[in-house]
């Protein structure tokens, strides 16, 4: 039984035995206070017969568990709605902030794009730039090479008329690393030949043929052989001491 129905089992109780007492008092013949007690025993009679026992205590005891289920009920179906409209609400909360952040990490690999295409495109400017300056100073050297080399072939050179040749055009710092190369490659000899390779000349150019670049006598004029030979260790290593680095390393160049 619930506490409502223990108490109003109480109070009806109490008002019972008053009742009975008001009754009892009349039957002895006690004197009573006031003409009413009659009235009063009469109502009293009445809370008494009113009092739910048996059957009637368990219909009332099932209808507070009625009340009590149904008030459990609603509040559970209060929390859910709660719960699911809080779902829904951090449901839409996620999806704005994957949005956000899918829009933030769009904008910044294009970013990142643009900063990649931006650096290759100055890279290649600055590559062809420097293959420009690159050039210019090959054809100043040639240019130089030419006026100070002789373009009258002999029928023959010796090595200090070589040597004197090649000190007109080697920049002097870097003679040393010139001469380093061609005294391993041939020894000063404009007609060596490589018996294996055919390799040719002062700097045992492979293919030998293409030397012509510098001139048409590259067989024969050791002259055209140096102008070729500064040309490609210039070209292809800065210097001939950039070309000697690489041969001691390498044992060729």
Same mark, same amino acid.
């Given at each position: 039984? /619930? ?8 109070? =009806? ?6 009742? #009975?007492? !008001? ?11 006031? %003409? ?35 008030? =459990? ?12 409209? +809080? ?9 704005? /902030? ?5 829009? *933030?990490?769009?904008? $910044? ?10 650096? &290759?495109? $100055?890279?290649?400017?600055? &590559?062809?730039?420097?293959?420009? $300056? ?34 007109? #055009? ?11 190369? #061609? ?8 007609? =060596? ?5 055919? !390799? ?21 004029? %050791? ?11 210039? $070209? ?11 041969? *001691?390393? +390498?044992?060729?160049?």
């Amino acid at each position: 039984m /619930s506490r409502i129905s223990v108490r109003g089992f109480a109070v =009806a109780s109490a008002t019972a035995v008053t009742t #009975v007492g !008001a009754v009892v008092g009349v039957a002895s013949g006690t004197p009573q206070d006031s %003409p009413n007690d009659f009235e009063a025993a009469a109502a009293g009679a009445t809370l008494l017969a009113e009092i739910p026992t048996g059957q009637q205590a368990q219909v009332m005891t099932s209808s507070l568990t009625q009340q009590a289920d149904a008030q =459990a009920i609603a509040a559970d179906s209060a929390a859910k709605k709660d719960a699911e409209e +809080n779902a829904r609400v951090q449901a839409a909360k996620d999806a704005v /902030s994957k949005q956000q952040a899918a829009k *933030q990490a769009k904008a $910044e690999a294009k970013a990142a794009a643009e900063a990649k295409a931006k650096a &290759e495109k $100055e890279a290649k400017e600055r &590559e062809e730039a420097e293959e420009k $300056e690159a050039a210019s100073r090959s054809a100043t050297r040639s240019t130089s090479a030419t006026g100070s080399l002789p373009t009258t072939a002999k029928g023959s050179y010796s090595i200090a008329e070589i040597q004197s040749m090649a000190r007109a #055009v080697v920049p002097g710092d870097q003679y040393q690393c010139f001469s380093n190369i #061609v005294d391993h490659e041939s020894d000063w000899n404009y007609k =060596a030949v490589n018996p294996s390779s055919g !390799a040719y000349g002062l700097f045992q150019a492979l293919p030998a043929s293409k030397m012509i670049t510098a001139g048409a006598d590259w067989q024969t004029n %050791p002259a055209t052989q140096i102008k070729w030979g500064l040309s490609y260790m210039e $070209e292809r290593y800065g210097s001939p001491c950039g070309a000697w680095d690489f041969w *001691q390393a +390498n044992r060729w160049y």
